[in-house]
């Protein structure tokens, strides 16, 4: 066990945290634990894993991490199941079920998950491999998507699957399914405060930053940080800014990138850029050289950060701003609200308008910002940092291994 590294986390969350993880710890030591989702790089899940693997295994548990190996094919139709999930438009076909199952059979040949003492999913894209093991040890899906109002052709299909694990985990009561014969569990998200996407700059160094980069930081800067995904709803963004650039003078800085599970993703940018053109003041970002750095500068230096989602699983994106002490303006859905605090330490939105309205307030009150900001900041400290997150995910691996 590192305990320099660990060390380093006493200085964020205090020396009782780290040895209450360490404690409730020993139990599992040497036990092997494995996380399976789609993909090593882009998007929440893997940013997550990135860093609850290897504190996992700097406490003793034997983590490993696995992605699953699928064609475009396939990854055009689990993204069908990602929208599907969250209430889009889908429509079930015999030869969809077969790539989807087929794809996850092959994968089951090559991944050895039956030498594990515990499995733990990550959503739709892996749900089936639990058919192709004689399950001897837990199989725990974690689904890190909004389900509260799923399209009943795909959540009946999907449940099919999901029937066969042992406990379930999701990220707000909102998602929680009682016509699932499956125990489930909240487990919320988190940041890690010690990476360089969350590490704490000075103004002037993220000014360098974002210089490099090419972002102009003359005007206030008001940014959307995420994957180019419908459900983030960055063409209302650049209409809401539209409004409020009628107002207060800024600079719309939309960036993003490609998860290399979601094919839609190309498109998605294509068309912002399109409609980007339509208006001055905009910059559009994708798969920036050093991204997680230049998203902190990014969230350091803007004025005010969006989320303005559609549907959102959780959005990890505004824990990170209000890390940094920049108000968040994000749409009422989702875990979104778990984060923002009305009032506090941002504002919830319905709509474009009510969008552009609050970017004028905050853009127009130095004060408010400020106050927003450290109240966000000690928010995210006691709620949603990664050292809360392992320790929750080790008090359910206890449980499920009767431990």
Not at 179 to 188: D, E, G, K, Y
Not at 237 to 250: R, S
Not at 251 to 258: D, I, K, T, W
Request: proline letters at 4%.
């Amino acid at each position: 066990m590192n305990q320099n590294t660990l060390e380093k986390y006493k200085e964020v969350v205090g020396e009782e945290i780290i040895e209450e993880i360490v404690r409730e710890a020993k139990p599992l030591k040497g036990k092997y634990v494995t996380h399976v989702n789609a993909t090593y790089y882009g998007g929440g899940v893997a940013e997550i894993l990135d860093s609850l693997v290897v504190l996992m295994n700097l406490v003793g548990i034997n983590a490993g991490w696995r992605a699953l190996k699928g064609t475009d094919h396939f990854f055009n139709i689990t993204k069908l199941f990602h929208n599907g999930s969250q209430g889009g438009e889908a429509h079930l076909t015999p030869e969809i079920k077969k790539i989807y199952e087929g794809i996850n059979e092959r994968n089951s040949i090559f991944m050895h998950l039956e030498k594990s003492d515990a499995i733990i999913a990550h959503d739709p894209q892996v749900l089936p491999l639990i058919n192709y093991y004689k399950k001897i040890q837990p199989w725990i899906w974690r689904c890190h998507i909004d389900i509260s109002h799923p399209n009943p052709e795909i959540w009946n299909y999907l449940k099919e699957f999901i029937a066969k694990y042992d406990k379930m985990i999701v990220s707000d009561e909102k998602y929680i399914k009682n016509n699932i014969p499956v125990s489930q569990n909240i487990i919320m998200p988190s940041i890690d405060p010690l990476t360089a996407k969350n590490k704490k700059l000075s103004s002037e160094e993220a000014k360098g930053i974002l210089k490099k980069t090419g972002i102009d930081t003359d005007k206030p800067i008001v940014s959307q940080i995420s994957r180019f995904d419908y459900w983030k709803d960055p063409i209302g963004v650049i209409e809401a800014f539209e409004i409020a650039k009628k107002k207060v003078d800024a600079h719309l800085v939309l960036l993003g990138n490609y998860a290399t599970d979601d094919p839609e993703g190309v498109t998605v940018y294509e068309e912002v850029v399109k409609r980007a053109q339509q208006s001055k003041d905009i910059t559009i970002l994708v798969n920036v050289e050093n991204n997680d750095l230049v998203v902190n500068a990014l969230q350091t230096i803007s004025q005010v950060v969006l989320q303005k989602s559609l549907r959102e699983g959780f959005a990890l994106t505004v824990s990170e701003a209000l890390w940094k002490e920049t108000p968040v303006i994000g749409g009422n859905t989702g875990g979104i609200p778990n984060q923002i605090i009305h009032g506090k330490n941002g504002y919830l939105v319905e709509n474009i308008q009510e969008t552009a309205d609050r970017i004028v307030e905050l853009l127009k009150d130095d004060e408010k910002r400020k106050k927003m900001g450290a109240y966000g900041k000690e928010f995210v400290r006691k709620n949603f940092l990664i050292t809360r997150h392992l320790l929750d995910y080790i008090k359910l691996l206890k449980e499920q291994m009767k431990l």
